[in-house]
Structure formats: C-alpha cells, structure tokens
C-alpha cells in the first residue's frame, strides 16, 4: 500500500487562489479608471466648443453693433444691448462691457498728441510744450477721445465678454472659472456732417 504523501492544501491557500481566478467585478473597476479620463475629455471638448462658439457670436456681434453705431442715426445704448442679448443665446449668465475710442483718421490711432520732445524721453515731461489736439487739458500718450466720436471719425469699439462655463470640468486646474473673450471692430463714421478737427490749444507738460 503506497501511503499519500501529499501535503494537505491548506484553506487559506485555496481561498487565495480562489480569489486570484476570479475575474467579476473587472469591469467596474476599469470603468473607474476610465471615466475619469473620458469626462475630462468630453467636458474639455463641450468647454472649448463653447468657448469657439461665443467667440464667433461675439465677433459677428461686434461687427453688427460698430457698423450701425457709424450711422448718423446710431444709438450706441441699442447696439450694446443687440450684442448683449447674442452673446447671451449661447453664454447665458454672460457680463457683457464694451468701449469706444474715438480718432480724427486711422493714422492717429493710439498716436501722442504732438509735443517737443527736447530730453528725448519719449514723454511729454518738465515743462515740454504740446498740443492739446483733443482739447482735454492734459497731454495723452493716445490721442483718442472717449465714446463713438462725430461724423467721418474713426471708432475703435471692444467687447468683452465674461461667462461661467457651461460645461465646467472638475477633474482639470481652472475647469470651473469664469471664461472671457474680446472682440475688437473699427469703423469710420458717415460723413453726415463736417468732421470736427483736433484742437491746438498749447500747453506744457510737469
């Protein structure tokens, strides 16, 4: 008789391999892995297709409002709430801040009022004379005068747009901050009357 020499398998080792085989449950625990992954990728793709989306809303917008602000007829206050109300169709918590900067023709734009530079410093500074050529009593380093200017002026008109997102993403840094976007459109207004020049009264800088 040949005696059993196998060595009894212990409970705990069965248990263990039991275990080890068992495949149940694998799934939910790759979805877990995974759905992180794939939110931030679909709320990444819904956050910068609404970020495109107001982008171009606001551009079109903005085109609209400084095109009709240039009439003769313009009223900046109905233009500004046109873009307004366009922007908030696809950003709908949006705060909505737009300006108008105003010059005598395009090659002013953002151009000093005239002044004698005598230290070269490229500031008009102790006692330097200049021309006060939008009659605001101080010298500017951009000549352009605040608002939607008079007939034949050209219109710098910007719009800002902040709004929270739609689609705000948990899993990435600044997923859920507020998102802003800017539009810029310059137009020159009809010539409905005679183009009032810049002014030339002297003065001098401290």
Same mark, same amino acid.
Not at 74 to 97: E, F, L, Q
Not at 98 to 116: G, H, K, M, T
Not at 189 to 194: G, K, L
């Given at each position: 008789?040949?005696?059993?020499?196998?060595?009894?398998?212990?409970?705990?080792?069965?248990?263990?391999?039991?275990?080890?085989?068992?495949?149940?449950?694998?799934?939910?625990?790759?979805?877990?892995?995974?759905?992180?992954?794939?939110?931030?990728?679909l709320l990444g793709?819904?956050?910068?297709?609404?970020?495109?989306?107001?982008?171009? %809303?606001? @551009?079109g917008a903005a085109? *609209?409002? /400084?095109?009709?602000?240039? =009439?003769?007829?313009?009223?900046? &206050?109905?233009? !500004?709430?046109?873009?307004?109300?366009?922007?908030?169709?696809?950003?709908?918590?949006?705060?909505?801040?737009?300006?108008?900067?105003?010059?005598?023709?395009?090659?002013? %734009?953002? @151009?000093?009022?005239?002044? *004698?530079? /005598?230290?070269?410093?490229? =500031?008009?500074?102790?006692?330097? &004379?200049?021309? !006060?050529?939008?009659?605001?009593?101080?010298?500017?380093?951009?000549?352009?005068?605040?608002?939607?200017?008079?007939?034949?002026?050209?219109?710098?008109?910007?719009?800002?747009?902040?709004?929270?997102?739609?689609?705000?993403?948990p899993f990435m840094?600044?997923?859920?901050?507020?998102?802003?976007?800017?539009?810029?459109?310059?137009?020159?207004?009809?010539?409905?009357?005679?183009?009032?020049?810049?002014?030339?009264?002297?003065?001098?800088?401290?």
């Amino acid at each position: 008789m040949i005696a059993n020499l196998r060595t009894p398998r212990s409970p705990m080792i069965s248990f263990l391999r039991m275990i080890l085989r068992d495949e149940r449950g694998t799934t939910v625990m790759e979805f877990g892995l995974m759905v992180t992954v794939f939110m931030t990728l679909l709320l990444g793709l819904f956050d910068l297709g609404q970020l495109a989306y107001t982008n171009a %809303i606001l @551009r079109g917008a903005a085109q *609209d409002a /400084a095109r009709s602000a240039s =009439l003769e007829t313009a009223d900046t &206050a109905a233009a !500004d709430a046109a873009v307004t109300d366009i922007v908030r169709t696809v950003a709908p918590d949006a705060t909505v801040t737009s300006s108008r900067v105003s010059y005598f023709d395009f090659e002013d %734009i953002e @151009r000093p009022e005239a002044w *004698d530079d /005598a230290d070269n410093s490229g =500031l008009c500074d102790d006692g330097e &004379a200049y021309s !006060d050529e939008n009659a605001n009593g101080r010298w500017d380093q951009d000549i352009g005068v605040s608002g939607n200017g008079g007939a034949g002026d050209v219109v710098i008109y910007t719009v800002t747009v902040t709004y929270s997102p739609l689609f705000p993403n948990p899993f990435m840094p600044g997923g859920t901050t507020a998102r802003q976007v800017s539009a810029s459109a310059v137009k020159k207004n009809q010539p409905f009357a005679d183009q009032a020049n810049y002014g030339s009264e002297a003065g001098t800088c401290d």
